[in-house]
């Protein structure tokens, strides 16, 4: 079954932590992006990659870090620098046959205290 | 990309249609009009999308008007399964696309037994 996994669902962790999402695809997709849902809100773009090794900031990257070592997998570090964390976390990706149709993720639900 | 108006929130009886509006009306010639739905804690799921012809697939209808300032998702039969937030997004698919959706606040619709 081909498709997106985002591990853990849900993650707690105390302030002045840093905390790494795991997201991985298998559907030979190019492009993977990460954004962040704050409840009753749309989502906002974190950080993007269109190839492996290459990623650039979105629209709220601050306090965020990311890699893109291997096509199938772009995790997502939030820093201690993210003054406000908490928030639900999707992960996404397009590639061929369409690349302008994306892909999401389960999501992971991030708490920090 | 366009700007996109949504209501905030819409009601269906269980097997009745559900026309879901949109308006886009500073759209551009290049930019197409794209539905996504998130139900709750889980991450959007594509719908269809459309440039200016009116389009089917399994799931829905996408009925784009003449001068293309708006649009309707038509959801023909809806099910339970089918209450979550709807989103219509605009966006071009030139080179210069990040690939970016840019997610308002959505239509939240209701399918009531």
């Known amino acids: 079954d081909g498709g997106i996994t985002q591990s853990p669902k849900y993650l707690f962790r105390k302030e002045g932590q840093n905390v790494t999402l795991s997201c991985e695809q298998n559907?030979?997709?190019?492009?993977m992006y990460w954004y962040r849902q704050d409840p009753g809100q749309g989502l906002r773009l974190i950080y993007y990659?269109?190839?492996?090794?290459?990623?650039q900031k979105g629209d709220i990257a601050e306090g965020y870090s990311v890699s893109r070592e291997k096509k199938e997998s772009f995790p997502l570090t939030v820093t201690s620098a993210q003054k406000n964390p908490t928030a639900f976390y999707l992960c996404?990706?397009?590639?061929?046959?369409?690349?302008?149709?994306?892909?999401f993720g389960p999501g992971t639900r991030l708490t920090v205290t | 990309d366009a700007k996109t108006t949504q209501p905030p929130s819409m009601d269906c009886a269980e097997g009745r249609a559900a026309n879901l509006p949109c308006n886009h009306s500073?759209?551009?010639?290049?930019?197409?009009v794209y539905w996504y739905r998130q139900i709750h804690s889980q991450g959007p799921q594509y719908i269809i999308h459309?440039?200016?012809n009116n389009e089917t697939n399994e799931m829905a209808s996408l009925i784009i008007t003449e001068d293309r300032k708006s649009s309707t998702l038509i959801l023909p039969h809806a099910t339970l399964r089918d209450t979550a937030v709807y989103y219509c997004?605009?966006?071009?698919?030139?080179?210069?696309?990040?690939?970016?959706?840019?997610f308002g606040q959505g239509t939240t619709l209701q399918v009531k037994p």
């Open positions: 996404a990706s397009s590639g061929l046959p369409d690349p302008n149709e994306q892909y």
């Open positions: 559907l030979n997709h190019d492009a």
């Open positions: 990659s269109q190839i492996v090794n290459d990623f």
């Open positions: 500073t759209i551009s010639g290049n930019e197409y």
């Open positions: 459309g440039l200016k």
């Open positions: 997004i605009v966006r071009n698919h030139g080179s210069s696309n990040t690939g970016k959706l840019i």
